[in-house]
């Protein structure tokens, strides 16, 4: 499942887009996304049946941080911003907790996927 799209990738770099991605095509923005939603899948299996609803907001949020950062560490020569690793850091954390129970994406693998329970998070970081 892929949980954020490439527009909202390049909307998030802001100001720092031309420079990061000038020489990345979307295919490739495609595939560290792909990539990304792989990695979140990893720690929903074992809780929840897959695919998850991609119109999460809880995960379309971990995907865009957890993205922003592959993008920085391929191509911005690992020049990654101190709040763009402290974003990775809290989306790593709440996968966990999604992982443990701590955070609720679905009722149970047969319900809805209604969302009961939300992490708190910094909007300042999107």
Same mark, same amino acid.
């Given at each position: 499942?892929?949980?954020?799209?490439?527009?909202?990738? @390049? *909307?998030?770099?802001? /100001?720092? =887009?031309?420079?990061?991605?000038?020489? $990345?095509?979307?295919?490739?923005?495609?595939?560290?996304?792909?990539?990304?939603?792989?990695?979140?899948?990893?720690?929903?299996?074992?809780?929840?049946?897959? %695919?998850? *609803?991609?119109?999460?907001?809880?995960?379309?949020?971990?995907?865009?941080?957890?993205?922003?950062?592959?993008?920085?560490?391929?191509?911005?020569?690992? /020049?990654?911003?101190?709040?763009?690793?402290?974003?990775?850091?809290?989306?790593? =954390?709440?996968?966990? @907790? &999604?992982?443990?129970?701590? $955070? $609720?994406? =679905?009722? *149970?693998?047969?319900?809805?996927?209604?969302? &009961?329970? =939300? %992490?708190?998070?910094?909007?300042?970081?999107?």
């Amino acid at each position: 499942m892929i949980y954020t799209t490439i527009s909202k990738i @390049k *909307d998030s770099l802001g /100001d720092k =887009k031309d420079m990061i991605i000038a020489d $990345i095509d979307d295919n490739r923005l495609a595939d560290i996304i792909a990539d990304q939603s792989a990695y979140i899948d990893g720690y929903l299996r074992i809780r929840y049946d897959l %695919p998850i *609803d991609e119109n999460n907001p809880i995960l379309e949020r971990i995907c865009l941080l957890l993205s922003k950062t592959e993008i920085y560490r391929l191509f911005a020569a690992n /020049d990654i911003p101190e709040t763009v690793k402290e974003q990775e850091i809290q989306a790593r =954390k709440e996968l966990e @907790k &999604i992982q443990k129970g701590e $955070i $609720i994406i =679905k009722k *149970d693998t047969n319900a809805d996927d209604e969302i &009961i329970s =939300k %992490p708190t998070y910094h909007t300042e970081w999107l």
